[in-house]
């Protein structure tokens, strides 16, 4: 079960530049870390913040990573390098309150104003062939293709994992999945549809699927 799925023409994408400080990206970056796992004194993962455990729709802290894990291959490792790039920018993961049809879980919210086709990043998580994946899974490819790739960002992934389905929450989608190729590797970017303000949540408009098992 996929959450969304769009396909474009190729095109050469490159990530918008913040309109923040440096400085205060840095407070973002450090704030949304909370939210993923980090490296403790033992090298065991431990999480920023006691507070995200109560949220019952994180089983389980994700890896934060800012490009695609592919197959462990020499291919897979050298797509991975090649790929690499910076952290989201100008975005805040909060936990959202009532009377948000989601209470008590985590969005992701524009801490500075996005303007209309805007690049927010890529989806990342781990590549995987074929039908399978999470509710957190999208795909690269055409999933009617034999051997199609999809990213699930169930175990790793970045900030656009907390992106909440619009639905109950505005009219539209502000944000979509769009395919790009970037040096022969598929990526999915995530562009804005409108202007976003600062303070905005992003929204999805997810499958079909997903709307009947979540939003039902």
Not at 163 to 176: D, K, R, S, W
Request: hydrophobic share 35%.
């Amino acid at each position: 079960m996929m959450l969304f799925s769009s396909f474009a023409h190729p095109w050469i994408v490159s990530v918008l530049l913040a309109m923040l400080s440096p400085e205060q990206q840095e407070e973002l970056n450090q704030a949304n870390s909370r939210f993923f796992q980090t490296s403790g004194p033992a090298g065991e993962d431990v999480s920023w913040s006691q507070e995200v455990r109560s949220n019952e729709d994180l089983k389980s802290f994700p890896k934060y990573i800012n490009t695609n894990t592919w197959p462990r291959s020499s291919r897979g490792r050298k797509l991975k390098k090649s790929a690499t790039q910076s952290r989201m920018h100008g975005v805040e993961i909060r936990r959202v309150d009532e009377p948000h049809p989601l209470a008590g879980q985590l969005g992701l919210f524009a801490a500075r104003r996005f303007e209309r086709f805007d690049i927010l990043g890529e989806y990342c998580g781990e590549v995987y062939e074929g039908e399978g994946g999470s509710e957190y899974a999208t795909y690269l490819e055409d999933r009617r293709k034999k051997y199609a790739l999809g990213v699930d960002a169930t175990r790793e992934g970045n900030e656009s994992r907390f992106i909440n389905h619009f639905a109950g929450i505005a009219e539209a989608p502000n944000v979509i999945m769009q395919i790009a190729y970037v040096e022969e590797i598929p990526r999915v970017m995530i562009v804005c549809r409108k202007d976003i303000e600062s303070g905005e949540e992003f929204l999805f408009k997810y499958s079909d699927e997903f709307s009947e098992l979540y939003c039902s």
